[in-house]
T-cell receptor, first 115, second 113 residues
Framework: AQRVTQPEKLLSVFKGAPVELKCNYSYSGSPELFWYVQYSRQRLQLLLRHISRESIKGFTADLNKGETSFHLKKPFAQEEDSAMYYC?????????????????FGTGTLLAVQP | DGGITQSPKYLFRKEGQNVTLSCEQN?????MYWYRQDPGQGLRLIYYSQIVNDFQKGDIAEGYSVSREKKESFPLTVTSAQKNPTAFYLCASSIRQAMEGYTFGSGTRLTVV
């Protein structure tokens, strides 16, 4: 079965500490990967996409095909980073060439940055 | 306000009643989606539609129905057959291939009383 796993439900760190939010997927081929963030009382929003290789709000995520992982990292956490984070792969094209635009969301990790 | 609007924000329903959640977008997106968000379970796909007059079941479609008569609108009906309807419902939209991910609405919290 196609799956995405975020093993930590809660990650608590102190301000200034490094952060790594784990995400593993079990798709064959090359999925496209996204990280979404949901701040308190705000709608779910896109944080970053692996294809753009960008850094947003100091966060980066590297696709490791060997480990089938797409961990989200930030070297120095800030209190305003406290939020719920979801990893969301888009499965690769089907064997018949049909693309899918479905995103499969992980169960999420709540990041709490303590002062 | 983000281009995708869900209404109402809060909804209360008596057991045995059907209820319809509204989702409207003005982003000219072809594809629309309904997710259910429960604590500890993340987002689970209920239904999705890639084009007008067409939609497919997601992972947890039982007890739900949808329609896609207009590009801008994708209403979700929670029927009395849904055994555990109390949840937070999220609507999203994207371009056809979702290369840029989804745009989400602000959600509707449904409570069965």
């Amino acid at each position: 079965a196609q799956r995405v796993t975020q093993p930590e439900k809660l990650l608590s760190v102190f301000k200034g500490a490094p952060v790594e939010l784990k995400c593993n997927y079990s798709y064959s081929g090359s999925p496209e990967l996204f990280w979404y963030v949901q701040y308190s009382r705000q709608r779910l929003q896109l944080l970053l996409r692996h294809i753009s290789r960008e850094s947003i709000k100091g966060f980066t995520a590297d696709l490791n095909k060997g480990e089938t992982s797409f961990h989200l990292k930030k070297p120095f956490a800030q209190e305003e980073d406290s939020a719920m984070y979801y990893c969301a792969p888009r499965p690769p094209r089907t064997l018949y060439g049909g693309a899918t635009n479905k995103l499969i969301f992980g169960t999420g990790t709540l990041l709490a940055v303590q002062p | 306000d983000g281009g995708i609007t869900q209404s109402p924000k809060y909804l209360f329903r008596k057991e045995g009643q059907n209820v319809t959640l509204s989702c409207e977008q003005n982003l000219n997106h072809d594809a629309m989606y309904w997710y259910r968000q429960d604590p500890g379970q993340g987002l689970r796909l209920i239904y999705y539609s890639q084009i007008v007059n067409d939609f497919q079941k997601g992972d947890i479609a039982e007890g739900y129905s949808v329609s896609r008569e207009k590009k801008e609108s994708f209403p979700l009906t929670v029927t009395s057959a849904q055994k555990n309807p109390t949840a937070f419902y999220l609507c999203a939209s994207s371009i056809r291939q979702a290369m840029e991910g989804y745009t989400f609405g602000s959600g509707t919290r449904l409570t069965v009383v």
